[in-house]
């Protein structure tokens, strides 16, 4: 059954049409990623199917009474609430029946010699139980997860909305939204702000979403995580692809090359009808070039028949070419991370060797210190202590992630001359490969966007003629096409890459090498993402069953624990090992908070074994309140 139902949409501003005919529909359970260059009409076509904005012609139909959560890519949130008190809005029947339950509670103590003290404590034991089954007694706990999943530190959740920043803004409305379970959950780009902590944590969560789900996202490895059908919106048009988002791209590519295919032998069979009819119309067989003339017309006026060349926009167009370094291209010793005037470092370096052709993903938590540590290596910062060493014959080149490196008073013409000296119709055309035509190339730095400072530093970086990069974020406002063809471009690229990024897409394509920063130091392992993320999946499994044997084959997904815990238990059983575990969580979370606290002190001293010690502790403690929380979702 579907929750929602677009009939011949269409929309037009003034005598410009942006998209058309759009008939999709929406069936409940599904996962729905819509994808497209900017500028197709994706949010535009999201307002119409939420009912903000309407269609020029057509109609959008829905499930009677369907509850709608909308996550657009700037949401507010207003009033004078703290988040969790606007975490609690999402329970407000629940709040209510707490209350009914309070008065009931007051009731019997005011009346216990009362003669209706029997059906008191029999409307209150109904009451209860009805409580208990809508959750009333996990929500508090629910809500904590969801802001820590998040990316929310449990000393924040007293914060004022008023206070927040617009990517806490985000999370926030996003949260409130996961608490309040509509049937259809509409996220417009919902990773922007998140980390890759918490994106995992959102691909789990929405990966068990027993609603419909419709998503726009540049984040292709969320994607495929997530969703299992995608839309694509393109030159007007919608086009469905069945499978997740490394799917549509396999079935887009081989759509495409068939409708060539099809385009091109119909203009061969046009092209020899057309050469006979001109051949002949005036011979001997002047009848049957005639009569397939009123065939090509017919078919030609019918217009069903004629199949269009396959439509494709202007792409961006790179070239990568480095020189040939010395094998060892970089390697520290002893080295910690972070600001002179600050009390600790942010994090100590394992010791680290790169070869010439590597690349390195550099991943952690925001706030972390990676760009610092690429600002430290480049010579911008000193290290608190120990050396790096860059290898023979090395040139460098950099992307920042704020594109410092722009100087926003030129034109785009003027920074391009800047960096190579060459002639100016020349520079035209270089900035033509990177979609600046026309009168673009006079237009000041400072009025680009995001994008499209993006894909100026790119440019900029393609003329250095490096042969190691480091960059910092480069997918960055991005479209889909631009990130695919920046990751074929570094994927032949003979250099080597330093790379920080919340693109794992980019990362599992690239990386031989993952850099990982944690509270404890930075890590390193040797090998792809796709086997970082099982190794680690792997060990906090380890860890889990070790700290707490019951939680053995658990995982977030719970199923497990649902086979383990059926409903056989008695609501009482229930009820007091829910309460059990909601404890054990409570206690396993200040755990984590010591811990931390600990590991700044530890660090601050300069005291490298305890440290080591307590980051060890700090994921085994981690992985212990997985396993906790786990079990609980089994049971709630």
Not at 116 to 130: K, M, N
Request: no cysteine; proline share 3%.
């Amino acid at each position: 059954m579907s929750v929602l139902t677009a009939i011949h949409v269409n929309k037009a501003f003034g005598p410009d049409e942006l998209f058309g005919g759009i008939s999709v529909s929406i069936p409940n359970h599904a996962k729905i990623a819509l994808v497209g260059p900017n500028g197709a009409g994706k949010t535009t076509l999201l307002n119409i199917l939420i009912g903000n904005d309407e269609p020029t012609t057509g109609k959008v139909e829905t499930k009677r009474g369907l509850r709608i959560g909308f996550l657009p890519q700037r949401p507010k949130l207003t009033g004078n609430r703290t988040i969790w008190e606007e975490m609690l809005t999402a329970f407000e029947p629940l709040l209510a029946q707490q209350a009914r339950l309070t008065e009931l509670e007051h009731a019997l103590a005011d009346g216990a010699n009362n003669g209706d003290h029997d059906e008191l404590l029999r409307r209150y034991g109904a009451a209860q139980e009805a409580f208990q089954e809508a959750g009333g007694y996990t929500y508090e706990t629910e809500i904590k997860r969801v802001l820590m999943g998040l990316g929310f530190k449990q000393d924040e959740f007293s914060r004022p909305l008023t206070l927040l920043s617009g990517g806490q803004v985000t999370r926030a409305l996003l949260a409130r939204l996961l608490l309040e379970v509509p049937e259809l959950l509409v996220l417009d780009e919902p990773t922007n702000h998140l980390d890759i902590n918490a994106v995992e944590w959102l691909e789990g969560y929405l990966r068990t979403w027993q609603g419909a789900l419709l998503l726009v996202s540049h984040d292709r490895y969320f994607m495929d995580k997530v969703v299992n059908v995608v839309w694509e919106l393109e030159f007007g048009e919608l086009d469905t692809y069945h499978g997740n988002y490394s799917h549509y791209v396999q079935q887009r590519q081989e759509r495409h090359e068939r409708m060539l295919k099809e385009y091109e032998s119909q203009q061969e069979f046009i092209k020899k009808e057309q050469d006979y009819i001109a051949r002949n119309i005036a011979g001997q067989n002047t009848n049957q070039a005639k009569g397939r003339r009123r065939r090509l017309e017919r078919l030609i006026k019918e217009g069903e028949w004629i199949k269009k060349r396959p439509q494709t926009k202007h792409k961006l167009h790179m070239r990568l070419e480095a020189s040939r370094t010395g094998n060892e291209v970089f390697k520290t010793k002893g080295m910690a991370i972070g600001y002179p005037d600050a009390d600790e470092p942010l994090f100590d370096v394992s010791e680290i060797l790169l070869m010439r052709g590597e690349v390195a993903a550099i991943i952690g938590p925001n706030g972390s210190g990676k760009s610092t540590f690429l600002k430290t290596i480049l010579g911008a910062l000193q290290p608190l202590q120990g050396q790096y060493q860059w290898g023979a014959r090395v040139e460098i080149g950099y992307f920042a992630q704020a594109h410092e490196g722009l100087n926003a008073e030129n034109t785009l013409l003027e920074e391009i001359l800047q960096t190579k000296d060459m002639p100016i119709s020349q520079a035209r055309n270089y900035l033509a490969t990177y979609l600046f035509t026309g009168d673009d190339v006079y237009r000041q730095i400072s009025t680009l966007s995001g994008g499209e400072r993006g894909r100026l530093a790119l440019a900029k970086l393609s003329l250095a003629g490096a042969n190691v990069l480091l960059l910092d974020e480069p997918t960055n406002h991005l479209d889909i096409a631009s990130q695919e063809i920046l990751q074929n471009v570094l994927v032949d690229y003979e250099g080597t890459i330093l790379l920080v990024s919340h693109d794992r897409y980019l990362i599992d394509a690239l990386a031989t090498q993952i850099w990982a920063v944690r509270p404890d130091g930075m890590t390193i392992f040797q090998g792809a993402y796709h086997d970082y993320v099982t190794l680690r999946e792997q060990e906090a499994a380890k860890l889990a069953e070790a700290v707490n044997p019951s939680s053995k084959n658990n995982g977030r997904q719970a199923k497990p624990v649902v086979e383990k815990h059926p409903s056989g238990l008695s609501q009482f059983q229930r009820t007091k090992r829910l309460a059990e575990l909601e404890a054990q969580i409570h206690k396993l979370e200040v755990e984590l908070q010591t811990i931390l606290d600990n590991l700044e002190i530890a660090s601050a001293a300069g005291k490298v074994q305890e440290v080591s010690r307590l980051g060890q502790q700090y994921t085994e403690t981690e992985a212990a309140l997985d396993a906790t929380m786990a079990e609980w979702d089994g049971l709630a």
